[in-house]
């Protein structure tokens, strides 16, 4: 066996070992988890997942264990509600043990240091900013002010819709739908439609929409392995 390899396997177990012993230690043995399927070592149900058909897998697999079910994505457990009730439950009655959110390197440098109300964590400081947005932005004279602009936008939504339609061609709803956002957000923002020019701008909007979406899926190495998060720092 080359000395290559054999490193290659030796890591590999180490870094299973290292996994299965914080799995049995006693914090993690105190928590009940849901029922659910089970994963593999080290990768969990990760390798388990078809991400074109993902809402299908998660429907057979609440079939088979239940509208609350526990998975794992690497190391990371992940709970899993296909019940109106249970999120009831979960989001309403109990909403402030769900209400905060995880820091991500990528939202880290897309938004300052995770400080947009989208991806800021529930401390007093997103309670502050929730509070100018609710009434600065969100006033019922602020949201019927921007009526018009939301109307016209369907509006060509639904024309562009009914032209391809007329022409027997396909109508993507993914693109359909970002073009509409976009519009809006471009128009309520900087107060013109961000295509109206020409369509090199459209199209470097919508990259740059791709881009971040792309970036926030990712799986990060310190996601998986902790100590290998300085290789996420050097690519970002």
């Known amino acids: 066996m080359s000395m290559p390899l054999l490193l290659a396997l030796s890591l590999i177990i180490l870094v ?4 299965r012993r914080r799995g049995n230690s006693p914090a993690a043995r105190k928590l009940r988890h849901p029922p659910g399927p089970p994963g593999l070592p080290f990768f969990g149900n ?3 997942y078809d991400p074109s058909n993902l809402h299908v897998r998660l429907a057979k697999l609440s079939d088979k264990y239940g509208p609350l079910m526990s998975m794992t994505l690497v190391r990371k457990p992940v709970i899993v509600i296909s019940s109106a009730r249970v999120a009831e439950e979960a989001l309403k009655h109990n909403d402030l043990a769900f209400s905060s959110r995880p820091s991500f390197i990528c939202t880290r440098k897309l938004s300052y240091n995770n400080r ?7 401390t007093e400081y997103w309670r502050e900013m929730r ?3 609710v009434l600065r932005l969100f006033t019922l004279k602020q ?6 602009v939301r109307k016209d936008e369907v509006a060509r939504m639904v024309k562009e819709i009914s032209r391809r339609a007329n022409a027997h061609q396909p109508v993507n709803i993914n693109e359909t739908t970002l073009s509409l956002s976009s519009s809006m957000i471009s128009r309520f923002a900087l107060g013109k439609r961000y295509d109206e020019e020409d369509g090199s701008e459209k199209m470097r909007f919508d990259r740059l929409l791709k881009q971040m979406q792309e970036l926030t899926l990712q799986i990060f190495h310190w996601r998986i392995i902790p100590w290998l998060g ?4 050097l690519l970002w």
């Open 131 to 133: 509070k100018i947005v």
């Open 143 to 148: 949201v019927n002010s921007f009526r018009p």
């Open 116 to 122: 947009d109300i989208a991806d800021s964590p529930y």
């Open 46 to 48: 990760l390798l388990q």
């Open 230 to 233: 300085w290789i996420d720092k």
């Open 16 to 19: 299973f070992l290292l996994a």
